[in-house]
């Protein structure tokens, strides 16, 4: 396979990048130490401290530790850049676009695959969803995407990223609404198609990660599913047509299986699921390749727990 790459070619990569890194730390640490030498210097020289009164000395003692810790800083991000990206950046591009997909496709029932580091959903894509507060366009992102089949049904993965803007103290912050991922599959039941949107929100988490929601709050006759879920729906009838009983207990289950924040939305024919998680495809420089294999496996068991509980054959 050309776009082949075996485990140990990956870790000899990781292991020349984290031998630079550790080259910068020592370096970094030499260089800190400098500054604050010069700095010890420049306080203790004749016209220096002891000349100044104790407010002054204090706000001259400020402004050495200041100067140091900007300068120290201003190293570390140089000689990161000079030394330690190049061989990093090659270490991550073939983790993820050659390696990741070796995994998965190993997997059997995966099929058809491919995977984008910098493509996403759109911004778009999440507003019409509707799974997740889609935030503020400008500062929007999504990255990871993983288009393919898994047992015959469609999907694209992709990790998301929204934010708003919030007022505090007369100052504007940029506050994260949603970090995860968000998962379309196509054709979630051979049958059935929604008729407009039914949104489905975890209660204990709905208001971290809601947006816009359809008009009619819905009922069901699951206690046990009303409890822990709150429904919105575009059309009521339609939203009775598409959770039967046994999808209600499919969403319970899968629920129970992610075991964290997620979201689940039905549109026409497809389904749409969004958890908060971890990033996918993450290359950690610290940790061995073969150890980050499970982690890859983890990401695909997502896209499989999706299809296997929630989608109807």
Known sequence: MENFISVEQLEKMRQKAKIFEKVVIVLFIAMALLYIWLGYTLAMQDNGISTLSTGESIIFITEIVFGVAVLSAGTFLILWLII????????NSNFKSRYVLQVIGAIKGFAQLQYIPKGGFTWDDVRNAAAVNCGEKKYYDSEDLLIGEYENIRFKISDVTTYKTVKRHKRKHIEEIFSGQMICITQFDDIKNSNGHIQIF????????????????MHTENESFNNRFSVYASDEHNAYY????????KIMRFADAIDGQVSTVFIDNKLFVAVKRDSMFDANINEPVANQTTKIKEDANFIQKAKEILVEQ
Do not use: C
Request: hydrophobic share 30%; no cysteine.
């Open 84 to 91: 330690v990206k190049r061989p990093y950046d090659k270490f």
């Open 202 to 217: 975890e209660k204990k988490y709905m208001s971290n990660m809601i947006g816009w929601k359809a008009e009619h709050e």
């Open 242 to 249: 598409i959770l039967t009983p046994q999808r209600m207990e």
